[in-house]
């Protein structure tokens, strides 16, 4: 598909991701100015405050983005996904560059000046409004205008915290491998952080030269820009009106997920319950959304509740992890553990075709003696679990030649173009077979049990009758097969989740 | 001191020392002076000698160390700052005024800041604008980087006297300007300050506007107060600091007669 092509299909809800994106950093913006710039004044008063100040602003900046949203996420009333958290996140880097030319700016002023404001008999406060500010105020515009060019390439993480933006097309782009996706979603991001470079450069102009002539055409200009801006803002947030009463289901940041929350949402819709999708969300995010009330339900795999959530050592036994993981959900979080969907998705140690079938490879086992010459991909999540890298390399007695922790769906990529030559990817994954890659059996059976599962809040069964009847329905009713061809429609064919589902449950009928 | 003098005298230091914490040699010690009304006192020195810290402690942008200074009767702690300042008008080097205002918006500031209405404060720019010889209409609107140093001296003295105050203080006024313009700039404001019955406090390193202007000149030398004479007295004084200055002039007889 043409990017032209993509855009004439996506233009709505490119606008809508747009949208999102400028109200975060609109709202961060402001916040950020609403506490720096009296920050920044105190601090010329204040000059003790203002190493300390400035070095905890200092520190703040050099958190990175993602770790920065982990560290917020179980705070109360701060935390949390969505909006909240990423404004937050925002608001924090932003303060720096604010604060800092607010001092900058006042502290440059001729010191001539200023004692010639106070001779002439202002207060303190006469002195910082018809003073200080006016003339500071060109420094302190550069700083809002870093700090929103920051803004809006941080504001592209915030996805990964269910915040919405144009990072939603980047993540998915880099997932399901899809250049128009990442394309769009870069290419905008790049064009809003222009815009609001130079939109801000013509305020900053305005204050710093006083040229009568050239600030009636800029001043124009500006406001004219500014009302665009505030019109997408006010559509997107007149967008986001919904109903009270409703179902909010979750899904983590990889296809599979995002589908099996589709169709529970979809089925919902279907019998008239209003659903609210926050999807693509990162690590934890789900399980801590979920026991605070953010989220109703997600999916979830039983190996993966088992042991990085209730932190078991792994084991084997399919049933006896299905059994263990319901009751202690039930006990500790008041969540209910959903039938098994039908399928497994488990860890799946994947090569090149082209290299097992050289080197005859058909197991684990068979790959050892390759490792110490290979370079293995490992996505964030299966580095750090007590099931993933540390065990599994213990297992198999695997020593590899260098290890990468990527993110998961770059490994494939990075896979099939030579980059490494061993992944750990799942087995229903679409790509698996459009790749031509191989799945190296799990002979020592070290991997524990992955069934798929809904983890729904005790308080939301009791609420929405018709959540059991869905739940019910789709017990053991998909298979491994059915879930790599679904997988594979939205990676290989880059079609549309919401699409695939709606002709999937309406091929079951 | 009796009312009456004090109500003639309208500054007074009384042995008035200054000194920072962390500077051993204080920079201002023991310094007796009176300013009489409608007169006016030029403070000459070299840089450095602690001649624009006086001027600074009429208005209270500095504190004395030891000593009071009184304006008006009234030792300056005991002044409100804020009201004692829009008392005193304020004339520094380049005028020292705001680039972001106009030269309208500067000459009415103490007026504003003393809640005068519009239509008095555009009157009375209008009025001190023509007073100081720049045209109000074409000059009112501009910023001050548009004018000429000696236009934003000129503006700089409007400035001050905007709210009709008794002292004015000058801190070396027409230090940065061209010969000619200082010349001239020079004789204008001698007229003026005479005409509107002003009492002066000027601060220069030029003995040709101490001569010119004053109408006493004290010397100061490293703090102090050397001298505090009439030109005339001061033109003949042995004082060697004072004749080290003189040594200066070729034309001190033209100078001395004029004064």
Sequence with gaps: ?509 | MNDAAANHQLVQFHNVSYSLPNLTTPIISDLNLSVARGETLVLLGESGCGKTTTLKLVNRLLVPTGGEVVVEGKSTTAWDPIELRRRIGYVIQEGGLFPHFTIGRNVGLVPSLLGWDQARIAARVEELLSLVGLEPRTYADRYPRELSGGQRQRAGVARALAANPPLMLLDEPFGALDPLTRASLQREFGDLSRRLGKTVILVTHDVREALLLGSRIGLMHRGQLLLLETPDRFLSSDNPQARAYLDTLPLTANVGEKA
């Design chain 1, 1 to 509: 598909m043409s990017f032209w092509h993509f855009l004439q299909l996506n233009w709505s809800e490119l606008l809508v991701l747009i949208g999102q994106h400028i109200k975060l950093v609109l709202v961060a913006i402001v916040i950020a100015v609403a506490i720096g710039v009296p920050t920044g004044i105190l601090l010329t008063r204040y000059r003790a405050l203002r190493g300390p100040v400035l070095g905890i602003a200092n520190i703040m900046q050099t958190i990175p983005s993602l770790a920065l949203f982990g560290f917020l996420i179980p705070l109360p009333f701060i935390g949390g996904i969505g909006a909240r958290t990423a404004l937050v996140a925002l608001v924090l880097y932003s303060l720096l560059p604010i604060i800092r030319n607010t001092i900058t700016g006042i502290m440059g002023v001729e010191p001539s000046v200023r004692e010639a404001a106070v001779a002439m008999g202002m207060t303190d406060g006469q002195v910082l409004r018809q003073v200080e500010l006016p003339l500071a105020m060109g420094v302190i515009v550069t700083g809002v205008r870093v700090a929103t060019v920051i803004a809006v390439g941080v504001t592209t993480i915030a996805a990964a915290v269910g915040a919405g933006g144009l990072g939603v097309y980047i993540f998915r782009g880099l997932r399901q491998n899809d250049n128009n996706l990442l394309l769009a979603g870069a290419l905008s991001a790049a064009l809003l952080a222009l815009a609001a470079d130079s939109l801000l450069g013509l305020v900053e102009r305005r204050f710093t030269q006083r040229k009568p002539a050239a600030k009636a055409v800029g001043r124009r200009l500006a406001i004219a820009l500014v009302l665009i801006l505030a019109l997408i803002g006010g559509l997107t947030i007149w967008r986001s009106t919904k109903p009270t009463n409703r179902v909010t289901v979750g899904s983590k940041d990889f296809t599979e997920s995002i589908l099996l929350a589709e169709i529970v949402a979809q089925m919902l819709e279907a019998r008239g319950v209003a659903v609210e999708r926050r999807f693509e969300l990162g690590g934890n995010l789900p399980h801590d959304a979920l026991t605070s009330g953010t989220l109703d339900l997600y999916p979830e795999y039983t190996g993966t509740a088992y042991t990085a959530i209730l932190h078991h050592k792994p084991i084997t036994d399919p049933r006896a992890v299905y059994a263990e993981v319901k009751q202690e959900y039930g006990d500790q979080f008041h969540v209910e553990v959903s039938p098994s969907l039908g399928f497994e998705n488990t860890f799946a140690i994947l090569v090149r075709g082209a290299d097992a079938r050289q080197l005859n490879l058909k197991t684990i086992s068979d790959a050892a003696p390759h490792a110490s010459k290979w370079r293995a991909g490992f996505g964030q999540d299966f580095m750090s679990r007590e099931d993933g890298y540390p065990g599994f390399s213990k297992a198999y007695g695997l020593k590899f030649a260098e290890v990468r922790e990527m993110d998961l769906s770059l490994t494939y990529i990075a896979l099939s173009s030579q980059q490494v030559d061993l992944i750990a990817g799942n087995s229903t994954e679409g790509r698996i077979a459009m790749m031509d890659l191989f799945q190296l059996a799990d002979d020592r059976h070290y991997f524990p049990p992955y069934e798929a599962v809904y983890l729904v809040r005790q308080d939301t069964l009791a609420r929405v009758p018709a959540l059991r009847e869905v739940l019910d329905k789709l017990a053991n009713s998909i298979s491994t097969n059915d879930m790599r061809r679904l997988n594979y429609e939205v990676d290989g064919n880059r079609r549309d989740p919401k699409e695939v589902i709606k002709e999937w449950i309406g091929g079951r009928k």
